[in-house]
């Protein structure tokens, strides 16, 4: 399953939990947009985004923004998420 932007976060998801709106903010971070970038896309309040956020912290095990962009990243451009 491919996110809208293109990324696919299937692995991810199931690996972590994640639920299709964690998926869709991860994946949006990945691709370098601001939480407020994301909630004007999405049609979110910028603290609904940012409680999504803590939960990918959470649930991913890491504790900052940056660490989950890491992440996202490295498991695409392996293809562990093909």
């Not at 994640?18 to 691709?31: G, K």
């Not at 649930?59 to 900052?64: I, Q, Y």
Request: charged fraction near 30%.
């Amino acid at each position: 399953m491919r996110d809208r932007d293109g990324v696919d976060l299937r692995t991810l998801a199931r690996k972590y939990g994640l639920t299709p709106a964690e998926r869709r903010v991860a994946a949006q971070l990945a691709l370098g947009l601001t939480v407020r970038e994301i909630a004007a896309s999405t049609g979110r309040r910028e603290s609904t985004v940012r409680w999504h956020v803590r939960n990918l912290h959470s649930k991913l095990g890491v504790h900052r923004q940056a660490d989950v962009v890491r992440l996202v990243l490295s498991a695409t451009n392996v293809g562990k998420l093909e």
